[in-house]
């Protein structure tokens, strides 16, 4: 019997420490701008995202690392590395459809590319749309806005302060897609899709202000 309590106890300190760890997590992200509050509509949301954030962003759009089979014939499919490319500033608001909401760039550069197997064309520009499912996004994962690294060339190039947006559920999905193209060149058009979004800033307080808002516009297009 002892035996029994003693294990009840630790199951439920430890589901004790979790809740509590999960409220903490939460709080983690700051308040909304000023201009905002709670009864802010989505598109007043959007719209200050539009005038204050998106076009300062560094956006990526991340891939975790897949494992490969030893099948043979045409099933085989090789392990791929990670992907984390990073694209450069100049997202704009473009549409916002039953909650997925469309970022546009019509001069965007490859700022990072995944690997070497693939040919993005670095340094070359590009016409893009991002397409981000605000509802299929979670409002409370990951932290609140990090600093991603202290080396000022990379910070230069990449931004320092990062936040980022993965899918709700347990399993990663990848729910974010973005289509591309060589200015004036669509029929060239092309399509890469992620499970983790993410943006950065050069600075804390536009990443907070940013997180802030953006994760309010995931909260109201899940409440709809």
């Known amino acids: 019997m002892k035996t029994f309590q003693s294990i009840f106890r630790g199951l439920y300190l430890a589901i004790s420490i979790g809740f509590l760890h999960s409220s903490t997590f939460a709080q983690d992200h700051g308040p909304l701008p000023s201009e905002l509050n709670q009864n802010s509509s989505l598109i007043e949301v959007i719209s200050w995202l539009d005038r204050n954030s998106f076009a300062n962003a560094r956006v990526g759009l991340n891939n975790s690392e897949t494992e490969g089979n030893e099948e043979s014939g045409p099933f085989h499919v090789d392990a791929m590395p990670a992907e984390k490319p990073i694209f450069s500033q100049g997202f704009r608001f473009a549409n916002l459809a039953s909650c997925t909401l469309t970022l546009r760039n019509g001069d965007m550069r490859i700022l990072r590319r995944p690997n070497k197997l693939y040919d993005w064309n670095q340094g070359k520009s590009f016409v893009a749309e991002l397409y981000i499912p605000l509802y299929r996004l979670s409002p409370r994962k990951d932290k609140a806005p990090y600093r991603q690294t202290k080396d000022p060339e990379k910070a230069r190039l990449f931004g320092t302060w990062r936040t980022e947006f993965k899918h709700r559920g347990f399993l990663a999905r990848h729910d974010v897609g973005m289509s591309y193209f060589p200015a004036g060149q669509r029929e060239s058009k092309g ?23 953006f994760r309010q516009a995931i909260r109201l297009c899940q409440a709809k």
């Open 191 to 213: 399509y890469r899709d992620g499970e983790t979004l993410t943006f950065t800033f050069d600075d804390k307080e536009t990443s907070d202000e940013f997180d802030a808002a």
